[in-house]
């Protein structure tokens, strides 16, 4: 076994996983407030703030952006987090 070869993997490896962490933690943070926005619609069904926030996650979703952030499908994480909110 190489040593040199194993120190270059590691260091592979760490220096992408702050990357990995930051694009995870974008997501999440899109998703809760996506929960968030879909929780006070079902209480406030025309609260221009809760729409307004839905409407703009759902545009980030759909972007270029989320797609090489994650191989997720918009269309699949919204019908989800729908589902969720509804039980």
Not at 3 to 12: H, K, P, Q, R, T
Not at 18 to 25: C, G, H, Q, V
Not at 48 to 76: M, N, R, Y
Request: with cysteine.
């Amino acid at each position: 076994f190489n040593a040199s070869l194993e120190i270059y993997i590691f260091s592979e490896v760490y220096i992408m996983n702050p990357y990995e962490d930051l694009a995870n933690a974008i997501i999440i943070q899109a998703v809760e407030d996506y929960r968030e926005a879909l929780s006070r619609l079902v209480k406030y069904p025309y609260s221009k703030l809760a729409l307004s926030q839905k409407h703009e996650v759902e545009c980030f979703f759909h972007t270029g952006w989320f797609c090489i952030l994650t191989k997720l499908d918009p269309d699949v994480l919204i019908k989800k987090l729908h589902a969720e909110v509804e039980r």
